[in-house]
């Protein structure tokens, strides 16, 4: 059974890559505001998937996935400016470095709970931020112009694409077991001969290692790169997208990362026809958090049903 | 150079006194509720404006202003730990912090929206008096307001140490911090106690609110991301859950800050406040003051 | 079947931005600017001045008989944000072009997009060099950071009482403006024979400036310059003098704004100077109708962000006029060639960077903490 399932998924991959390859084509077409919209969701998507396998598949609260971004997007800029390195390399390394910094951020994490990991990942992604701003190679405060524009329909969603079938195969590996019993009971998991450090280090590379990778596709659309786009509030504007997707769920944080970029476009209509500046963007998000929290924490948009864990 | 570094440590105590009445309030809800009450930081935000209102719209004086702040931020804490957090006591921490989020981002954005970001410069209801007898005995300036800060932070402590030491009420927040399901068992009304222990939080953080409008002279509703973060990081360095340890913290937090500021790079100023945080979940996550427990099945 | 739903959402939300926009024939303008967010201050002080100048032109029967058409949207001082906005302003809202945003950072995010769509961008307030060299169609209504910093320091060394032989600097290192400023700075004051003996500096949103303050202090500088903006630059000048330092403080555009004494203190404001556009206060017809008709508008005395937000629209109008036509290369054309141009902020002339060439002017305070003039510089001659 298991066979058949993977030579479908071999198909189903080759006739995906076919298919965004032909759009991309066509892309050229498009209204470039849509064609912008579309890219960035597909960017979103890849930071949401990766997040969730953090903090939903693993259940270890991560705040500073902005920093992982960070390191992927002026890692692979730097590349390509200076170096002249090729766009999918410069890519890997901006990820692989983003690998790195998952290793250095999660090894000491490791016997933190909850509330606690969650603010030490915060701090350590505000660490990288401060260290952006005075690294004036990559312009510090000043900025970082002049990328070139690689990123394009095909480059983000082949990355969409493989993040979501790694993503899910994991989840359905035996890897992929350990890292949901660390989720669900760390102790009892231990006490079972899982090597929870191993797999959550393992966890915070991967999600790294994505994000990375987004940040660089980011870095060569926008062409600009400063250290304000990836503050804590980047952080949590992801966090929210996994929340109400639903943690643990791959397709639940896929759409509501698609839903949450068209939102701030289709509220800019909303503001016209109730004749108004005031972007309830904001406080929509966080009334989002909250109540979703409080009345459907499995989340708002598909996912399967989760167990909300006993004290 | 000696009165520099006079000058200097006397900057950071001011500075120090500050963070430890916001680090006071964050201490108190984590050690009865074993939660990083995010929007902290925002209350005490409400608190300067409110402290703002009453003294520029209603005309009170200082003392009434102070009070207003108080028992509005009273009221606002305690009806968020009614609303947002108490549905959520029995749910997976990570519930509980992400609702924290929301309503920080909630707090800060109504702000915005209703009283525009413009900062706002305080009414300076506490003239400057600068001591010119100390000025020159050490060449340092210290002015009434640092004083003022200093005896308000140190009174409030002293007050909330007599309360949670000897008082039944603070019996009961002990009680419940310690072990909640025995203490109910017990007969404790958690629900009562637990509001308290956040009426109080919020007080002290009203006060902080109001003592750095009249400090720094400008309030805006941002004005508590910053503060709120360092606060977080005090009250944890100084073992979080410990009254004492909020106010060594928020010392040792504020004295760290401007000394690296001063003597090594002030260009890393706000990067020492989270790796000193992350130095010691490393080494003692339970804080200076803070007891080491073993987490059991 | 709820993902059904979700997906029908986000397609609905997709189709009402096809539906056309139907309206009369208007000149589409476009604003990015930040109206939340930790600059929001700023940004709303540049739509106060926008607004006004659209308003005041179509009260007078708008450009070439047809009406400016203003849309307005929030980037929050995101880059990402202020791309898409400029996207669907170009694509979308068919603007003939786009005034803002406010921060250089910002407009380096969106100057490619409107280069490539043959926009004209008019950034009012956006001071890095690099910003207008991203392309043609990018110009700017305000002083570059160059200008300024060699402005203050050439004061700083022959135009104070005590002329200036060493200067303390206190910038804000988060921020593009104060960076900027400095660098120029630094480098005029060293060439005219000074000596800088500090250089500290904080981070946007920083309250506290004892240390540093205490640590310049001691340096016992002839002056100290501190390129920020009014919001911050107010804290410092309180905190600098209740530390007992009295030497000058000298300070930017950013200065201007009634903010300031507020946030200083009026008897602090003592020995400030900053370089700036206009002089609020200044007898010039068209400064004393603009600062009258806000005063009017919004209760308020406009400061620098106002000025220029309202400037840029009136460059955009004459521009307009002179191209004749409402045709984007053409008025790009137009602003290009822009000379002699009299607004709020000062007789305006585009170089070949497309950089206006405009006199400063260096404001002081009197005791009350109101704004005094001092003295006018003129921009090099080429």
Known sequence: MFDKLRKLQYLLVIIGIALIYGINLLSLHINPYYLQIIIFSGINIILAVSLNVINGLCGQFSLGHAGFMAVGAYLSAFLTYYYQVPFPLALIAGGLASGVIGIGVGTPTLRLRGDYLAIATLGMGEIIRVILFNLDIIGGARGFPGISKYTDFFWVYLVVILVILSSYNLLKSPQGRAILSIREDEIAAEAMGVDTTRFKIFAFVFGAFWAGIAGGLWAHYLQFLHPSSFTFMKSVEILVMIVIGGLGSIGGSAISAVFLTFLPEALRYIKVIFNTTVDPRMVIYSLLLILTMLLRPQGLIGGYRRKVKNQ | MISEILQQLINGIALGSIYALIALGYTMVYGILRLI??????????????????????????????????????????????FAYRPLRMAPRIAALTTAIGVSLLLENLGVILWSPTPRAFPQVLSLKIYESIYQRFGVIVNNRQLVILSVSIGLMILLQFIVNRTKIGMAMRAVSFDRETAWMMGVNIDYVISFTFAIGSMLAAAGGVLVGIYFNRIDPLMGVMPGVKAFVAAVLGGIGSIPGAMVGGFVLGIAEILVSAFIASTYRDAIAFAILIIILLVKPSGIFGIITREKV | ???????????????????????????????????????????????????????????????????????????????????????????????IAIIGPVISSNVLAVAPIAQQSKVPLITPTGTNPRVTQVGNYIFRACFIDDFQGTVMARF???????????????????????????????????????????????????????????????????????????????????????????????????????QLAELAGKENLKDCYFSGHFFSGSSAPQVRTFVANYKKRYNAVPDMLGALGYDAVYMLADAIKRAGKVDKDAIRDALAVTKGLKLVTGTITLDENRNPIKSAVIIGFDSNGNQVYKTTVNPPKK
């Not at chain 3, 940004?43 to 849309?71: P, W």
């Not at chain 3, 910038?171 to 480098?187: A, H, M, P, Q, R």
């Not at chain 3, 800088?196 to 500096?201: G, L, P």
């Open chain 2, 37 to 82: 009450n995010f929007a902290h930081g925002d209350i005490y935000m409400v608190g300067a404006f409110a402290g703002y209102f009453a003294i520029t719209s209603f005309h009170w004086g200082i003392m009434p202003a102070f009070l207003f702040a108080m028992i509005v931020c009273a009221i606002l804490g305690v009806s968020i730990e009614r």
């Open chain 3, 1 to 95: 079947m709820k993902r059904l739903v979700s997906l029908a959402v986000v397609v609905g939300l997709l189709l009402t931005g096809i539906l056309p926009v139907y309206g009369a024939e208007t000149i589409k303008v476009g604003l990015i600017t930040p109206l939340t967010g930790a600059i929001a201050t700023f940004g709303q002080s540049v739509d106060k001045g926008v607004r006004m100048a659209v308003d005041e032109i179509n009260a007078k029967g708008g450009v070439l008989g047809a009406k400016l058409e203003l849309t307005v949207e929030d980037n929050q001082a995101k880059a990402e944000e202020s791309a898409n906005i400029a996207r669907k302003f170009i694509e979308q809202n068919k603007v």
């Open chain 3, 156 to 258: 700083a060394k022959t135009g104070l009482s005590k002329k200036a032989n060493t200067a303390a600097i206190l910038y804000e290192k988060t921020s593009d403006y104060s960076i900027g400023l400095v660098k120029y700075f630094k480098e005029s004051f060293q060439k005219l024979g000074g000596k800088v003996v500090a250089e500290e500096s904080f981070s946007s949103g920083d309250q506290d400036f004892s240390a540093q303050l205490t640590k310049i202090k001691g340096r016992n500088p002839d002056i100290l310059y501190v390129p920020s903006y009014y919001d911050t630059a107010g804290l410092i000048i309180k905190q600098a003098r209740e530390l007992g330092i009295m030497a000058p403080i000298l300070g930017g555009d950013g200065f201007d704004s009634p």
